[in-house]
């Protein structure tokens, strides 16, 4: 990574990406294939759903006819992490127009926005329109390219976890999150280990009670509280 | 099968939560200054968000119980790790993961 925001930058930047959309996105066509759901509507999800994990919970809930409201419901909730990435978002993109801020938000995903949040440390703290957006299109079109193979070809695949393309996705995030604890200068290095332990701690204590989706919110807004609380008693 | 109806407000509704998700907060602070407490809450977003998807995928939940431990994921998060360290290469260390389970998947 460098200080360049441009399109080019951002293709290349994004290029490890990519086998984590094309993993689960496949992943995704498959498990709708074998649920019952024609193509189009498994399409149909990747593009206006858009939600990585929350679309494996809207295809098993249609199959066992939940309500629409309680299924938008359990969307929403598995997606509200969300709301704290756009809000994180929002100081960096507060001088592009309007459009382009909904635009940054439409196709705003966890993985973008990680990639965004390590590029701060190599640009002096800016990010713009055209680097993310450059991200956020790469990851969309993977992504759906990856359910429709899954969606048409996952039935000659008879054990799609085998190739450990789910992986990369975590993968990634190990890599991210590598970089941006090495990198972030805003937040001492002590600080975020700690935070980064606690996470594990709630996370384990979390899913003894709470489904594993809503476990990461819940751990997030945590994790950020007690950041804040130990940030200050280590200055 | 459910009805086609059924599927499509289904799934209009559900982009529509994740659509809004998405975009309100980046609208409303547009023309917004955070204080000083929420900025400082939302600067640990990033690590929050990344370690909490990493490590949530190295456990098996047992609702009531405790969580077992997804053995495969955490094995190959031993080589990514190091990958990490040694090269600081997203493609790398997403490379050695994938192939890292996948080797696990054939031994195991």
């Not at chain 2, 086609?4 to 559900?14: Q, S």
Request: aromatic residues 10%; positive net charge.
């Amino acid at each position: 990574m460098n200080n360049s925001l441009t399109p080019k930058a951002a293709l290349r930047e994004a290029l490890p990406t990519i086998f984590g959309y094309i993993g689960i996105g496949a992943a995704f066509g498959i498990i709708g294939q074998s649920s019952g759901l024609s193509v189009f509507i498994i399409l149909l999800i990747s593009i206006i759903v858009y939600a990585g994990a929350a679309q494996f919970v809207v295809a098993t809930m249609l199959l066992t006819h939940s309500p629409i409201l309680s299924i938008i419901l359990s969307v929403f909730l598995v997606n509200s992490r969300l709301i704290l990435m756009s809000a994180t978002l929002a100081p960096y993109f507060k001088k592009e127009s309007l459009i382009k801020n909904i635009l940054i938000g439409t196709f705003l995903t966890d993985e973008s926005f990680a990639l965004g949040m390590n590029k701060l440390n190599y640009t002096n703290n800016r990010l713009n329109f055209r680097w993310f957006h450059t991200v956020n299109i790469v990851a969309y079109v993977t992504w759906i390219m990856g359910t429709l193979l899954g969606a048409t070809l996952g039935s000659l695949i008879t054990n799609p976890e085998k190739l450990g393309f789910n992986f990369a996705i975590t993968a990634m995030f190990i890599g991210l999150l590598y970089l941006q604890i090495i990198s972030d200068r805003s937040i001492k290095i002590n600080v975020q280990l700690i935070v980064i332990l606690f996470t594990l701690v709630i996370v384990y204590l979390g899913l003894i009670f709470i489904p594993a989706n809503l476990v990461i919110l819940l751990t997030t807004i945590l994790a950020c509280y007690f950041g804040t609380v130990i940030k200050h008693a280590f200055n | 099968m459910p009805s086609t109806n059924y599927i499509l407000y289904t799934i209009i509704g559900c982009g529509l939560a994740t659509w809004l998700s998405r975009i309100l907060p980046l609208v409303i602070l547009k023309n917004m200054t955070l204080s000083k407490k929420v900025i400082e809450f939302l600067n640990f977003v990033p690590i929050a968000i990344m370690s909490s998807l990493w490590f949530e995928s190295l456990f098996i939940q047992h609702i009531g119980q405790l969580p077992s431990i997804e053995w495969p994921n955490l094995l190959a998060s031993i080589p990514t790790v190091i990958t990490a360290i040694l090269t600081k290469s997203l493609l790398l260390i997403v490379l050695v993961g994938v192939l890292s389970l996948s080797l696990i998947n054939i031994l195991i």
